[in-house]
């Protein structure tokens, strides 16, 4: 017993690193017009309430530029996961990807961004 318990011990310190940090489950883009896109992106958060909760997501380019930025205004203690939209996200000629990382207001951003390939 002692040979299965001690691992698992050994191994929380790393799971309780990424409880509570924002997750994008899923994201998408759809263009609008040439280079200007509509971003809707899923993400999951253990909101708490006012003083900890998921506050906004962010479009970048893979050079770290941010190119849109959701603010989520309230918690969403009660919907989740919960998906939210960003329209008009010019998007420079060339880059064919974007990723997207999610912010909460006690951990700041996500350490995963989520990639989303562009037509």
Do not use: C
Not at 29 to 41: E, N
Not at 58 to 78: K, M, S, Y
Not at 83 to 97: K, N, Q
């Amino acid at each position: 017993m002692k040979k299965i318990i001690y691992p698992l011990l050994l191994m929380l310190p790393s799971l309780t690193l990424f409880a509570g940090e924002p997750i994008v489950v899923d994201a998408s883009a759809s263009p609008i017009k040439s280079g200007v896109y509509r971003f809707d992106v899923t993400l999951r958060h253990s909101d708490e309430g006012w003083d900890h909760y998921a506050d906004t997501w962010d479009v970048t380019a893979p050079n770290g530029e941010i190119l849109g930025h959701r603010t989520l205004f309230h918690p969403h203690v009660d919907e989740q996961p919960f998906t939210r939209s960003l329209s008009g996200v010019a998007v420079p000629e060339g880059i064919d990807h974007v990723e997207i990382r999610a912010h909460d207001s006690v951990h700041g951003y996500s350490s995963q961004p989520y990639r989303v390939n562009l037509e």
